[in-house]
Nanobody, 125 residues
């Protein structure tokens, strides 16, 4: 199995930027497809971004397109989420998740069997 640890969260003003990292240990990370989800207080966990094993394909939820970028460095066993133009509505706990499934509904939490503990992102207005 793989263990995931997120970092990089914090407090930022609206319009600012943050970079999150998801560091993996355990089995070969390059075998895993990885996604970022976020969960605001009182809401369900929602899909943010997705990247395939080699990074050749990415996908984003509409609300972050053009502002967020997901990337990975398999040599460092790390997936990143660069967040620009942050808005107060981006405030949430951000989680990375991994799966070895080849065919999956990338926005569904149940498709991912490994999760990190989350990192808090707070955007002030």
């Amino acid at each position: 199995q793989v263990q995931l640890v997120e970092s990089g969260g914090g407090l930022v003003q609206a319009g600012g930027s943050l970079s999150l990292a998801c560091a993996a240990s355990g089995r070969t990370f390059s075998n895993y497809r990885v996604a970022w989800f976020r969960q605001a207080p009182g809401e369900e966990r929602k899909f943010v971004a997705y990247i395939t094993q080699t990074g050749g394909t990415t996908s984003y939820t509409d609300s972050v397109k053009g502002r967020f970028t997901i990337s990975r460095d398999n040599a460092k066993n790390t997936v990143y989420l660069r967040m620009n133009g942050l808005k107060p509505e981006d405030t949430a706990i951000y989680y990375c998740a991994a799966t070895t499934l080849i065919r999956l509904q990338i926005s569904r939490t149940y498709e991912y069997n490994y999760w990190g503990q989350g990192t808090q992102v707070t955007v002030s207005s």
